[in-house]
T-cell receptor, first 115, second 116 residues
Framework: AQTVTQSQPEMSVQEAETVTLSCTYDTSESNYYLFWYKQPPSRQMILVIRQEAYKQQNATENRFSVNFQKAAKSFSLKISDSQLGDTAMYFCAFMGSSNTGKLIFGQGTTLQVKP | DTEVTQTPKHLVMGMTNKKSLKCEQHMGHRAMYWYKQKAKKPPELMFVYSYEKLSINESVPSRFSPECPNSSLLNLHLHALQPEDSALYLC???????????????FGQGTRLTVV
């Protein structure tokens, strides 16, 4: 069974600084997707970034980038130039090749951006 | 339109009540999902509908009854709930359930359910 682990329950960062959130996962599959979702106090889960396992190049979306290490089964999220609006709970998620659409989430990291 | 709309946003119900949660999307997605989320915890999958047919039931108690009347609508009927069922119920949709083309799930803002 696949598992996703986020080992940092809470983190804080000063505005404009850079922060990295960690995620590891366990799977025996070779083709899968990995995602980072953001859930602000408004409750809506918003996709931040996704990575396809067969792509070696790390995904980047504006201030958000990932460090995908397939052999190590690691998928960390780097937020550059942190903004107050980045304050949220961040979930790492895995979707395997079972064609169910099922997302397996990590326990989440609460990020506080301080002014 | 990349929205998933859930109603109501908040719901308080007694243990003997019957209520329904509603979810709607107009993105042409053919997969829709119900997740349950407790405070400070990750969402847990409850049900998956693919092309209006129930494809996954994650051993959810029968007091939760999903329904997909058409490709845009997903309902969750609630009956005889327990206080421990109080949670945020999130609806999501995606293009389909096939990994190769299912690149993103869009979530609604959820319904905050309190069972008294």
């Amino acid at each position: 069974a696949q598992t996703v682990t986020q080992s940092q329950p809470e983190m804080s960062v000063q505005e404009a600084e850079t922060v990295t959130l960690s995620c590891t996962y366990d799977t025996s599959e070779s083709n899968y997707y990995l995602f980072w979702y953001k859930q602000p106090p408004s409750r809506q889960m918003i996709l931040v970034i996704r990575q396809e396992a067969y792509k070696q190049q790390n995904a980047t979306e504006n201030r958000f980038s990932v460090n995908f290490q397939k052999a190590a089964k690691s998928f960390s999220l780097k937020i550059s130039d942190s903004q107050l609006g980045d304050t949220a709970m961040y979930f790492c998620a895995f979707m395997g090749s079972s064609n169910t659409g099922k997302l397996i989430f990590g326990q989440g990291t609460t990020l506080q951006v301080k002014p | 339109d990349t929205e998933v709309t859930q109603t109501p946003k908040h719901l308080v119900m007694g243990m003997t009540n019957k209520k329904s949660l509603k979810c709607e999307q107009h993105m042409g997605h053919r997969a829709m999902y119900w997740y349950k989320q407790k405070a400070k915890k990750p969402p847990e999958l409850m049900f998956v509908y693919s092309y209006e047919k129930l494809s996954i039931n994650e051993s959810v108690p029968s007091r939760f009854s999903p329904e997909c009347p058409n490709s845009s609508l997903l309902n969750l009927h609630l009956h005889a709930l327990q206080p421990e069922d109080s949670a945020l119920y999130l609806c999501a949709s995606s293009q389909n359930i096939w990994r190769q083309t299912n690149t993103e799930a869009f979530f609604g803002q959820g319904t905050r359910l309190t069972v008294v």
